[in-house]
């Protein structure tokens, strides 16, 4: 059997409201109470290695901070919102910004901030980052580079993004599946020859045959709990197993395991049914002999063969 691998990349940010506006002020449940007592009990259970990737205003919340450096069997990466002093957005607006709209040296210098924060408080430069609201842009990989990244998990295939004023940014409509190292001039939606994996969201077409689920002909679908019942992710891993290069790579929030911070659980009977398809998927997975594996591990496992 072929290896298969399963990656869980959390990004991790302080509490939200329920239309994801930022809670003033900062309020930070969602960091104990969605990840210390709802998912870490059921990553032990199954084994799960967990990527979290932390946004500038958890990284400087002590508690926060120390609370995620005690977790076991994980790695910590950055998560890009809005930590650039210079930048647009500020507290108690919804996050809409995208870091990938800025000129190079603005999003050279907040990403610079937010690196060199995440190594003063963690204690190692970060190998691991996905942007916010994934929205890289054309300079994101060459400036993830330059700054020691060596895996992303920005692009999410299929989708494009649609924002403010009818503008789809980022459009991730023509990118890989599969994960590849990215172009030679940094760019995050291309393949190329740059030593930086490019980790997509794991999200895949549902045939027709599969409207007994709920899904319109020709649907993309994200192995992703808040995002589709367990019987379309169900059909995701199945199909995933069989690939040539088997990666499932499930991301969500932190808020998104504490009722009312986060539009996709608004009581406790949400955030089982989120943990429920958690739980499904993973004893899929252990079933099936797919290995849990962090960001990096991934990368160095698939980095081998290249």
């Not at 060596?150 to 649609?162: C, F, K, L, T």
């Not at 379309?232 to 808020?255: L, P």
Request: with cysteine; proline share 8%; aromatic share 10%.
């Amino acid at each position: 059997m072929m290896d298969c691998f399963l990656l869980v990349t959390i990004d991790t940010e302080a509490d939200s409201s329920g239309n994801w506006g930022v809670r003033l002020p900062f309020e930070f449940r969602s960091v104990p109470e969605g990840i210390g007592d709802r998912l870490m009990p059921l990553f032990q259970k199954y084994g799960i290695r967990p990527t979290f990737l932390i946004s500038h205003e958890v990284l400087e919340h002590e508690p926060s901070v120390r609370f995620l450096r005690s977790l076991p069997n994980c790695e910590l990466g950055t998560h890009c919102h809005w930590d650039a002093p210079d930048c647009p957005l500020r507290p108690g607006r919804n996050r809409y910004y995208m870091q990938g709209k800025f000129p190079y040296e603005a999003e050279l210098k907040q990403m610079k901030n937010l690196t060199e924060l995440f190594s003063a408080q963690i204690g190692r430069r970060p190998l691991s980052f996905r942007a916010g609201r994934f929205g890289a842009g054309i300079h994101t990989g060459k400036i993830l580079f330059e700054l020691g990244y060596r895996q992303d998990s920005s692009i999410v295939p299929h989708v494009a993004h649609g924002y403010r004023e009818g503008e789809f940014f980022p459009d991730h409509t023509q990118c890989p599946e599969l994960p590849y190292t990215i172009s030679d001039d940094g760019d995050l939606t291309r393949p190329g020859k740059l030593p930086l994996l490019e980790i997509p969201v794991t999200v895949r077409y549902v045939h027709s045959r599969f409207n007994p689920f709920g899904l319109r002909p020709g649907m993309y679908a994200w192995l992703r709990p808040s995002c589709s019942s367990w019987a379309t992710m169900a059909r995701i891993a199945a199909s995933v197993v069989k690939e040539s290069v088997s990666v499932m790579n499930v991301m969500f929030h932190n808020v998104e395991f504490v009722p009312g911070r986060s539009p996709y659980a608004a009581d406790e009977h949400g955030v089982r049914l989120l943990l429920d398809r958690l739980e499904r998927l993973f004893a899929f997975c252990r079933k099936k002999g797919v290995r849990p594996v962090t960001m990096s591990e991934l990368g160095t496992e698939l980095m081998k063969t290249r």
